[in-house]
């Protein structure tokens, strides 16, 4: 199996099936956005990426090009 870490102290380890998250956005005007880490489901966090990849740029012009061709 995967390697063991030993935990110093103080150290925070999230829950089981839940992971620390943190999300930095730059915007249209270059200011970075920082939001502050939270500990979410790895459930939530695979499905908030999937409508992030569906929602973005890339995908609208590969759904604009699929459909011109």
Not at 7 to 18: A, C, L, S
Not at 21 to 42: K, M, S
């Amino acid at each position: 199996m995967g390697e063991r870490r030993m935990r110093t102290k103080g150290q925070r380890v999230p829950r089981h099936g839940h992971a620390f998250v943190t999300v930095t956005a730059r915007d249209a005007n270059g200011f970075l956005h920082h939001f502050d880490e939270i500990e979410a489901p790895v459930g939530a966090l695979h499905e908030a990426l999937a409508i992030l990849q569906l929602k973005s740029t890339a995908m609208e012009d590969a759904h604009r090009e699929a459909h011109s061709a």
